[in-house]
């Protein structure tokens, strides 16, 4: 599959269910932005997901995921994950965090900032 950005697939970005790539542009932008501030790859476990797909893996009927403004990024290094951490809250972009002991989930998020944990 193409290249969406420089370091990001169609492939690792398309819902698991139907084979759709649906990702915002900018928020893609975005993304690269971070992951070359980084210097190091990581892994994308969940990008853009279908309504029938987030449906089932979400309690959100209408999150960023379904509008391509999301993504989990599998990150379980502790040193690793403070620097993607650092540059996502320092972009000014990225308005939803989330952290769960494998993944952090990056979002665009609306009007209000939160960062949260995952039980």
Do not use: W
């Amino acid at each position: 599959m193409a290249n969406i950005t420089k370091n990001f697939t169609e492939d690792e970005l398309k819902c698991p269910c139907c084979g759709k790539v649906a990702m915002d542009s900018d928020f893609m932008a975005n993304l690269q932005r971070i992951r070359e501030l980084c210097a190091f790859g990581f892994k994308v476990n969940s990008g853009y997901r279908c309504d029938s797909h987030n449906a089932k893996v979400s309690k959100s009927s209408r999150n960023d995921h379904t509008r391509g403004k999301a993504v989990d990024i599998h990150m379980t290094k502790r040193y690793k994950r403070a620097k993607l951490l650092k540059y996502i809250l320092n972009s000014r972009y990225f308005n939803d965090v989330a952290i769960a002991k494998t993944f952090i989930h990056i979002g665009k998020g609306r009007d209000r900032s939160g960062v949260g944990v995952y039980g």
